[in-house]
């Protein structure tokens, strides 16, 4: 599998930005979705997941009310659509697949398979 993260930037404090995530190699809808983050000088931080037929979402309590995952699998593509945005929330996004979501639960990164390239996203003050 073979995913592109986009939509990353500066944002001021109170902004909105919309991730997207484009997936290649397997047939999308198989397989969960998730955002996680990585904070500078932190360790990874998971932000949402969707699976992979879209009915179930879970979130990360830093962004529960603010954040809404979503997927198109039409277009082989999920979103993160981040709203109230802090400098709390400045990090590399990236999104990541879980094909075999047996062993680790959906908010564990060492779960996922297979990972983006990362997106930046920095929010100003």
């Known amino acids: 599998v073979q995913l592109q993260a986009s939509g990353g930037g500066l944002v001021q404090a109170g902004g909105s930005l919309r991730l997207s995530c484009t997936a290649a190699g397997r047939t999308f809808s198989t397989y969960r979705m998730g955002w996680i983050r990585q904070p500078p000088g932190k360790d990874r931080e998971f932000v949402a997941s969707?699976?992979?037929?879209?009915?179930?979402?879970y979130y990360g309590d830093s962004v529960k009310g603010r954040f809404t995952i979503s997927r198109d699998n039409a277009k082989n593509t999920a979103y993160l659509q981040m709203n109230s945005l802090s400098p709390e929330d400045t990090a590399i996004y990236y999104c990541?697949?879980?094909?075999?979501?047996?062993?680790?639960?959906?908010?564990?990164?060492?779960?996922?398979?297979?990972w983006g390239q990362g997106t930046q996203v920095t929010v100003s003050s």
């Open positions: 990541a697949a879980d094909l075999y979501p047996y062993y680790y639960t959906e908010d564990n990164p060492v779960g996922y398979d297979y």
């Open positions: 969707i699976s992979g037929s879209g009915d179930r979402t």
